[in-house]
């Protein structure tokens, strides 16, 4: 069988970083802290105990990468890079050549009332 982690391409990503794992285990639940040592961002996953540990800590980076993701820190590799046709078919793009937004404006200030 082959390494766990072939398939996955956050978690490879993940691998070339410093990241501290922590599980405590309260009564039937396990609670297990992922940590990136770089930009001390942290998250929690709560798993039954009774879990196995590779899926526990797996789950945890995974939490891990979507949220340096979301933070803009890493890249996510299931995504690929738009194409140029794709960019310029956008529906925010077509809105701003001509046809008007079904949403009512906004006043100067931002705010809807």
């Known amino acids: 069988m082959?390494?766990?982690?072939?398939?996955?391409?956050?978690?490879?990503d993940l691998m070339?970083?410093?990241i501290y794992l922590e599980t405590q285990i309260r009564g039937p639940y396990a609670q297990v802290r992922a940590i990136d040592a770089q930009t001390g961002l942290e998250?929690?996953?709560t798993t039954p105990a009774s879990a196995a540990q590779f899926d526990q800590k797996r789950l945890a980076l995974?939490?891990?990468?979507q949220a340096l993701i979301a933070h803009g820190v890493m890249l996510d590799p299931d995504r690929a890079a738009p194409t140029n046709l794709e960019i310029d078919n956008r529906p925010a793009d077509k809105a701003g050549k001509g046809t008007?937004?079904?949403?009512?404006?906004?006043?100067k200030r931002g705010i809807l009332t």
């Open 100 to 107: 008007k937004s079904p949403l009512p404006a906004l006043p």
């Open 43 to 45: 998250v929690a996953v």
């Open 16 to 18: 070339q970083r410093e």
């Open 2 to 12: 082959g390494e766990p982690t072939a398939h996955d391409g956050m978690l490879r």
């Open 62 to 65: 995974r939490k891990l990468g």
